[in-house]
């Protein structure tokens, strides 16, 4: 079993920055660790991936070059830093983490955090 807790979101002007944290805790190994997001009326959506040990990162072609996922491996917590956030970013993001080896996906994550909310304002 693997625990996810999300740092909080917040409401940020558009143009502006956040920094989401995702603090991991449990036995199996982790091989992904992934954000998501999910607005309203809308499915969640993959936004950017890490492999865990290697460092490897994937992104969704709408975040790339503004966000960037990182992780601390002693520490067990993964990041999302986000830049030049536009209202199209607001949403609900999810931190997960899977044994596989996954890229740009949303299935294959057996453990997900309990989701904060981001609010870009116009």
């Known amino acids: 079993q693997v625990q996810l807790v999300e740092s909080a979101g917040g409401l940020v002007q558009a143009g502006g920055s956040l920094r989401l944290s995702c603090a991991a805790s449990g036995r199996t190994i982790i091989a992904t660790m992934g954000w998501f997001r999910q607005a309203p009326g809308k499915e969640r959506e993959f936004v950017a991936a890490?492999?865990?040990?290697?460092?490897?990162?994937y992104y969704a072609d709408s975040v790339k070059g503004r966000f960037t996922i990182s992780r601390d491996y002693a520490k067990n917590t993964l990041y999302l830093a986000m830049d030049s956030l536009n209202t199209e970013d607001t949403a609900v993001y999810y931190c997960?983490?899977?044994?596989?080896?996954?890229?740009?996906?949303?299935?294959?994550?057996?453990?997900w955090g309990q989701g904060t909310q981001v609010t870009v304002s116009s």
């Open positions: 890490i492999r865990w040990r290697g460092g490897s990162t």
């Open positions: 997960a983490a899977s044994p596989l080896f996954l890229i740009k996906t949303t299935t294959g994550y057996d453990y």
